[in-house]
């Protein structure tokens, strides 16, 4: 059976409202919450931007879903080390429910430390680098470090769970799937075309058996953004309104500030939602929409309902889309 998870967005929800909605979406059939990790939100109009790791252990204590981020950068605002041990803490306080999702991160986000921001292949390898750091002091050892990004002085996890947390990497590109596959535990990516989410999967399973592993038991994640309304006016309106950044077909992790994002909001007309989110209040097209994905290969979907209407998404999806997914057996 496949995961339908809740996707949280801190750039758009206080975090006692997001609490509040993950409670009623288990109770809806979601099982799993995949929840953002910014500092800034992409529009100053989205309003929020609450401190992830603060909210994922109230979220733990509050309900029986299973989390993560979705994604926190290493490196940047956060030292592996750092992340590394907060991982440890929430799957030692809620064992077999939490997984770290990581990702190479946006300046967006990762610029306010004032550190140099680095071009794509710099922050992937960053990004490896302090995979490798996670890992290896998710084995309790005491681990020193000399890498050629990061340090680690004579570090040792002592709060531990009994089974350290799965990673999963969030990638968009043949190189990152690969690497996903064979160095870690699960892929995360976003909805894309058909074409283009075959590769990363087809690179993501080649990179899986070069380990040894089994990608057919490997997780592969997939958030898909949708604007639910009861009219197609009112959900084109609203993903305008709202979720600007989802009708910019263009790469956005070099861009620092929601006010470039807000004088670029300015261009963004409904038809460039094609293909990005979808937009439409007929559940059954929704239905088809999230089937689709099931079908290429993904075993776990997270929904992200761009609007406002979170209360009324999360209890339609409740009655008259979750039940009518079907799965692989």
Same mark, same amino acid.
């Given at each position: 059976?496949?995961?339908?998870?809740?996707?949280?967005?801190?750039?758009?929800?206080?975090?006692?409202?997001?609490?509040?909605?993950?409670?009623?979406?288990?109770?809806?059939?979601?099982?799993?919450?995949?929840?953002?990790?910014?500092?800034?939100?992409?529009?100053? /109009?989205?309003?929020?931007?609450? @401190?992830?790791?603060?909210?994922?252990?109230? =979220? #733990? &204590?509050?309900? +029986? !879903?299973?989390?993560?981020?979705?994604?926190?950068?290493?490196?940047?605002?956060?030292?592996?080390?750092?992340?590394?041990?907060?991982? /440890?803490?929430?799957?030692?306080? @809620?064992?077999?429910?939490?997984?770290?999702? =990581? #990702? &190479?991160?946006? +300046? !967006?986000?990762?610029?306010?430390?004032?550190?140099?921001?680095?071009?794509?292949?710099?922050?992937?390898?960053?990004?490896?680098?302090?995979?490798?750091?996670?890992?290896?002091?998710?084995?309790?050892?005491?681990?020193?470090?000399?890498?050629?990004?990061?340090?680690?002085?004579?570090?040792?996890?002592?709060?531990?769970?009994?089974?350290?947390?799965?990673?999963?990497?969030?990638?968009?590109?043949?190189?990152?799937?690969?690497?996903?596959?064979?160095?870690?535990?699960?892929?995360?990516?976003?909805?894309?075309?058909?074409?283009?989410?075959?590769?990363?999967?087809?690179?993501?399973?080649?990179?899986?058996?070069?380990?040894?592993?089994?990608?057919?038991?490997?997780?592969?994640?997939?958030?898909?953004?949708?604007?639910?309304?009861?009219?197609?006016?009112?959900?084109?309106?609203?993903?305008?309104?709202?979720?600007?950044?989802?009708?910019?077909?263009?790469?956005?992790?070099?861009?620092?500030?929601?006010?470039?994002?807000?004088?670029?909001?300015?261009?963004?007309?409904?038809?460039?939602?094609?293909?990005?989110?979808?937009?439409?209040?007929?559940?059954?097209?929704?239905?088809?929409?999230?089937?689709?994905?099931?079908?290429?290969?993904?075993?776990?979907?997270?929904?992200?309902?761009?609007?406002?209407?979170?209360?009324?998404?999360?209890?339609?999806?409740?009655?008259?889309?979750?039940?009518?997914?079907?799965?692989?057996?």
């Amino acid at each position: 059976m496949g995961v339908v998870g809740y996707a949280a967005s801190f750039e758009q929800f206080h975090p006692t409202d997001l609490l509040k909605y993950c409670q009623q979406a288990e109770g809806a059939g979601f099982t799993s919450v995949m929840a953002s990790d910014h500092f800034h939100p992409w529009v100053p /109009a989205q309003g929020q931007s609450g @401190f992830v790791w603060s909210w994922m252990g109230a =979220l #733990g &204590a509050t309900t +029986a !879903l299973r989390f993560g981020p979705g994604v926190t950068p290493p490196g940047y605002r956060y030292h592996p080390a750092i992340v590394a041990q907060a991982a /440890a803490t929430l799957e030692a306080m @809620f064992p077999g429910r939490f997984y770290l999702g =990581l #990702g &190479a991160g946006e +300046a !967006l986000n990762e610029h306010i430390v004032g550190e140099y921001w680095p071009e794509a292949p710099v922050r992937l390898e960053r990004l490896m680098e302090s995979i490798d750091i996670i890992q290896k002091l998710f084995t309790g050892k005491k681990i020193r470090h000399r890498g050629e990004y990061f340090n680690l002085e004579s570090a040792k996890l002592y709060t531990l769970p009994a089974t350290p947390p799965p990673i999963y990497i969030a990638t968009s590109g043949p190189i990152m799937a690969r690497r996903t596959g064979k160095f870690t535990d699960g892929i995360i990516t976003v909805g894309a075309g058909d074409e283009k989410l075959k590769m990363l999967l087809e690179r993501f399973t080649q990179g899986a058996r070069e380990a040894g592993k089994n990608p057919d038991a490997m997780p592969k994640m997939l958030q898909v953004k949708i604007s639910f309304a009861e009219t197609l006016a009112e959900a084109t309106a609203n993903a305008v309104r709202e979720w600007p950044n989802g009708g910019m077909a263009f790469p956005k992790a070099d861009i620092r500030d929601p006010e470039d994002f807000e004088a670029m909001a300015k261009l963004v007309r409904p038809e460039n939602y094609k293909n990005r989110v979808l937009l439409t209040p007929d559940l059954d097209e929704h239905v088809a929409y999230l089937q689709h994905f099931i079908d290429l290969g993904f075993t776990e979907i997270y929904i992200h309902n761009v609007a406002r209407t979170q209360e009324a998404f999360i209890e339609a999806y409740g009655k008259r889309v979750i039940s009518k997914l079907r799965w692989p057996a």
